[in-house]
Every structure is written in structure tokens, then in C-alpha cells.
């Protein structure tokens, strides 16, 4: 393995096997922080409630 190349983590194969992947934004922090809030006032985490909001927006524009 060459210095550049990452040693897989336990959690990495898992993320792999499961379907997921890590996703980088640059957003609004008062929208991020207001989001933040949201979520914790709702008991929801914010992964999954983002994943909720993006297949919302999929199956509204596949609609249109």
C-alpha cells in the first residue's frame, strides 16, 4: 500500500456494503444552525431527516 492510499477502516467496509457514502456541502451557517435546532426540537437526526427532504424533492421533480 502505498503512503498516499488509506488503510480501510472496519466502519468504511460497512458504509460500502450498506449502500452509504460521505457527501460534502458548503451551506448557510444560520441555515445549518436553524436546521440543527429543528431537528433536535423534533427528536429526529439530521442525516436521515436530510436523506427524507432529498427523496421528497426527487419524487417531486420525477413528477413533473
Do not use: H
Amino acid at each position: 500500500m502505498s503512503e498516499n492510499e488509506k488503510k480501510p477502516r472496519p466502519q468504511d467496509k460497512w458504509d460500502a456494503k450498506a449502500g452509504l457514502v460521505s457527501k460534502t456541502f458548503k451551506l448557510d451557517k444560520k441555515t445549518v444552525e436553524e436546521y440543527q435546532v429543528a431537528c433536535k426540537k423534533a427528536g429526529v437526526a439530521m442525516g436521515p431527516q436530510l436523506a427524507k427532504l432529498m427523496r421528497a424533492f426527487i419524487e417531486e421533480t420525477n413528477r413533473e
